[in-house]
């Protein structure tokens, strides 16, 4: 009987350890370890996958993306805590990451692994790093308004002479992102001005696509969106044969804001090493090449090539806009915008 057993208990506890994830798992990793890893991606997906898959030829390390909004993932790592099965945090501004390496939810990552990448843009205690900047900017259709004609600020567009000229998308993180930027800067009084202002002269839409499409059609002179939306139509139709031109402020404007996609080691994750060679792909050379074709937003390594973008150093961003301490997580700003029944 117990010659019977054994081979069936052994055989049992083979199959039970393979199937609990962490344990014993045989992946093509070459280490030897289980090398799977799990990102949490509030970024654009066909910039992420492309990354990923890259990554994975590179390196043998397998990774599962799981998509969401950049906000959302942050709380659902906060409510996961020890457990949660994220091993980095990849999202469109750095405010998440902000916010996760303020409860002590990340993890340090070695030095070397976001070098290439300007201290400027990313923790002070190597926490998470910025990859990608991305600029707040007006997409205007030439034969509407000339560039001359455009505001010089984007506080001006709470003048009544421009009702009826321009576009704005209340639910964009970008656009809370600048909300937010304008509470720190001026104060809540300032910035709910401002956003009735603009509520009663800009027409607001669903996505900055279809804001953009609409200055494209004709249908509204220009609209307030991020550039990498107008800097993909240029890169896939040519930029002659579009009727929508970018125009940017130039002058440290709020209009200007850049926000910064960034990625985080999750604290809890089992895989440290890993994902930390996961953040080094992505601030490198070739990683950032990949996210740079893929989602025309700015490379933060310098040596990859943003082709016929507008230079990333002509860039005039405001000033005091990248940290923006207890207004980070954006609640004041959505709070603003539900007081406005703009959410
Ligand atoms: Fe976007």
């Given at each position: 009987m117990k010659r019977i057993l054994l081979p069936i208990i052994l055989v049992a506890v083979l199959v039970l350890t393979a199937a609990c994830g962490n344990g014993g798992d045989k992946s093509s990793s070459k280490d030897g370890k289980n090398g799977k890893l799990v990102i949490y991606n509030g970024q654009h997906k066909s910039a992420t996958s492309a990354l990923i898959?890259?990554?994975e030829k590179d390196t043998g390390i397998k990774v599962e993306e799981r998509d969401g909004k950049s906000n959302e993932l942050a709380h659902q790592i906060v409510e996961e805590g020890k457990n949660s099965p994220a091993d980095l945090i990849y999202t469109e501004e750095s405010s998440p990451q902000i916010m996760l390496d303020n409860k002590g939810l990340l993890a340090k990552i070695d030095k070397d692994a976001s070098k290439p990448i300007d201290s400027k843009y990313k923790s002070k205690d190597d926490t998470w790093t910025g990859l990608l900047a991305r600029s707040r900017v007006v997409a205007y259709n030439k034969d509407k308004i000339?560039?001359?004609?455009?505001?010089?600020?984007?506080?001006?567009?709470?003048?009544?002479?421009?009702?009826?000229?321009?576009?704005?998308?209340?639910?964009?993180?970008?656009?809370?992102?600048?909300?937010?930027?304008?509470?720190?800067?001026e104060g809540k009084d300032a910035a709910k001005e401002w956003l009735e202002g603009i509520k009663k002269n800009g027409k607001t839409y669903k996505d900055n696509k279809r804001a953009l499409q609409a200055v494209e059609n004709g249908d509204i002179p220009f609209a307030l969106i991020n550039?990498?939306?107008?800097?993909?139509?240029?890169?896939?139709?040519?930029?002659?044969?579009l009727n929508s031109r970018l125009y940017f402020f130039g002058n440290h404007d709020l209009g200007d804001m850049l926000t910064v996609a960034s990625v985080g080691v999750v604290k809890s994750s089992k895989h440290k090493e890993e994902a930390e060679k996961f953040v080094k792909f992505a601030t490198s050379k070739k990683g950032q090449q990949i996210l740079t074709d893929k989602s025309k937003q700015y490379p933060l390594n310098k040596e990859a090539?943003?082709?016929?973008?507008?230079?990333?150093?002509?860039?005039?961003?405001p000033e005091g806009t990248q940290d923006l301490g207890k207004y980070a997580d954006g609640k004041e700003a959505v709070n603003l915008l539900k007081e406005e029944g703009l959410l």
């Open positions: 898959k890259a990554f000339s560039e001359s004609e455009l505001p010089k600020s984007v506080k001006d567009l709470t003048d009544s002479k421009w009702k009826d000229k321009f576009a704005f998308q209340p639910t964009s993180g970008a656009f809370q992102a600048q909300l937010s930027a304008m509470i720190k800067l550039n990498y939306y107008w800097d993909r139509q240029a890169a896939e139709k040519g930029k002659d044969n090539n943003t082709k016929g973008m507008k230079p990333f150093s002509e860039l005039r961003p």
